[in-house]
């Protein structure tokens, strides 16, 4: 009994400390606002030797578009984006995600002691079909962006245009126009 | 006998059934094609001058046609379906209301615009339980069915509308018009089936007009939504949802649908006597139950027609606020046609 008594005092000790040793954690830092995409586009850097000044070139089109889609950021944002920032619409869709699955569940137990082996092997057979679609559509998928920017130093060089797609961010503040290009180090010599 | 058998045949004209059926159905086929076609191509051409006057003249007529419709299709006792009826009333009156009040709350700050998704969302809920219950009740009037996949399927579809309750909406405003086809799909299959084959294969046409509207207006520029009826126009079709999609054939489509919905409920149905003579009551079954009020019924119709007229003049002196006004309140034609489609199953 005094050996349980001490071991407990012991412990709760301990415990209380560890809420010393968590108050001397620095706050977390606070993490910097994230640009929100609002349109994407492809982007084309054509080194020219006449020029003074650097230009921006926008067809009439795009600017358009990005007008419009400057004009819809309050409003609509990503279906993604809806779903990320309202935890209560996401419980409640799972929620009814996990009735649907388990009353289905009931159902085909029940409808296999029947005859609706049709049925079950066509929706076994939906799904398949689906699956093999997404792992596909997956398998297709394009090469990330920055590989297209990888030859932008060399193509700077030798005075080559180089294209890649481009997310037109809107960030807060005053600052100039920014361009951000996915360039990852080169392998050095002898790495490989 | 002698004299019979010697009669010229040749000079006497076609009149074998199986002739005449051949002939009808043709002539079914290419009036179906040719009003597809024509509507997809005003559609396509002026949609927001095709939607505007398409509203305007069938909007109110075809709610009177389905009102008609729905009255003779009312059993005269309502008998093993007396549930089902009473569930579906109250679903449609409730739900109407619920979504009467859904602006009137909003415009009276009772929540802000944040919490819309979700009062959508919970009245899409609500429909489709609804709907899942009268699929179920309907099911258990026949032993012979199992219709109990209706409700993970109900649920299934409640997961999708949480998760974007504007997209469903949406998605209810596109399907709501190929309903109607449906109702004509099986009037045909009662009262001509010999035209039910063509029909079944011109509605193959409907995907490939489809697919020809979106290919072909997919890459066109949005239309100017600079004043207040082509931005309502825009709206109601899903441009503010989709951002990425032109206008243009957002609006295209929506329109071609309701044409197609307005020509059915006002031509092809009373053409082969889905709603029986239209200015007779003695086609509506509650009309001859004993007890029952058939002056009532022609008041109820005729008032109706009033209604029609007033909608007109609505139109004609305010154009957008009563097209708001009109498809807040359509919404209950759009909950009616749900149980009388179930009972034609």
């Known amino acids: ?192 | 006998m002698e004299r019979t058998a010697n009669l010229p045949l040749a000079a006497w004209p076609v009149a074998r059934p199986a002739d005449r059926t051949r002939v009808s159905a043709r002539l079914f086929a290419v009036s179906l094609i040719a009003s597809a076609c024509l509507s997809a191509a005003l559609a396509s051409w002026l949609p927001l001058q095709v939607s505007i006057v398409t509203v305007f003249l069938f909007a109110g007529p075809h709610n009177w046609f389905e009102l008609r419709y729905f009255l003779m299709r009312l059993p005269a006792r309502f008998g093993r379906s007396r549930n089902f009826f009473a569930v579906a009333f109250a679903g449609i009156g409730l739900l109407t209301l619920g979504y009467l009040a859904l602006p009137a709350l909003y415009y009276a700050n009772v929540w802000s615009g944040e919490n819309w998704p979700v009062a959508i969302a919970t009245w899409n809920t609500l429909l489709l339980l609804w709907l899942a219950a009268l699929v179920i009740m309907r099911g258990k009037q026949n032993s012979r069915r199992d219709w109990s996949w209706a409700l993970p399927a109900a649920f299934g579809l409640c997961a999708v509308n949480w998760l974007v309750p504007d997209l469903f909406s949406l998605a209810i405003v596109y399907l709501h018009p190929l309903v109607a086809l449906w109702f004509l799909d099986r009037h045909l299959r009662r009262t001509r089936s010999e035209w039910l084959q063509t029909y079944r294969r011109c509605l193959l046409l409907l995907p490939l007009l489809i697919v020809g509207m979106v290919w072909q207006l997919s890459g066109t520029p949005s239309l100017a939504d600079d004043n207040g009826l082509a931005w309502r126009i825009t709206q109601h079709a899903g441009g503010q949802l989709l951002p990425s999609v032109s206008t243009h054939l957002l609006v295209s489509m929506h329109v071609f649908l309701e044409m197609l919905h307005y020509g059915v409920w006002i031509i092809a149905l009373p053409l082969i006597g889905a709603s029986g003579a239209i200015w007779s009551t003695r086609t509506i079954p509650l009309t001859r139950r004993r007890g029952s009020f058939p002056k009532l019924i022609v008041a109820m119709l005729i008032c109706s027609l009033f209604v029609v007229a007033v909608l007109w003049m609505g139109f004609t002196f305010n154009y957008p606020a009563t097209r708001d006004i009109y498809f807040a309140v359509a919404m209950a034609h759009v909950l009616a046609e749900a149980p009388f489609l179930l009972r034609m199953l």
Not at chain 1, 2 to 27: E, Q, V, W
Not at chain 1, 104 to 112: D, E, I, L, P, Y
Request: charged share 15%; hydrophobic share 45%.
């Open chain 1, 1 to 192: 009994m005094k050996r349980t008594l001490i071991l407990s005092t012991a412990i709760c000790a301990l415990l209380a400390s560890a809420i010393y040793a968590f108050g001397d954690i620095a706050r977390p830092k606070p993490t910097p606002v994230e640009g929100k995409t609002i349109f994407y586009t492809g982007l084309t850097i054509v080194p020219d030797a006449k020029s003074y000044e650097a230009r921006l070139q926008i067809s009439q089109e795009t600017l358009k578009r990005l007008q419009s889609a400057g004009a819809n950021t309050g409003g609509s944002p990503s279906v993604v984006q809806n779903v990320m920032h309202s935890s209560t619409r996401t419980i409640v869709a799972g929620l009814f995600m996990f009735l649907a699955v388990s009353f289905a569940g009931v159902w085909f137990a029940r409808s296999s002691q029947r005859r609706n082996h049709k049925a079950i092997a066509a929706v076994l057979l939906i799904a398949a079909v689906f699956g093999i679609g997404t792992v596909l559509v997956r398998a297709n998928a394009g090469p990330p962006g920055y590989i297209r920017w990888q030859n932008l130093p060399q193509s700077l060089k030798d005075g080559k245009a180089t294209s890649g797609g481009l997310n037109i961010e809107i960030v807060p503040g005053d600052e100039n126009i920014k361009l951000i290009i996915p360039l990852r180090n080169p392998p050095k010599p002898g790495e490989e």
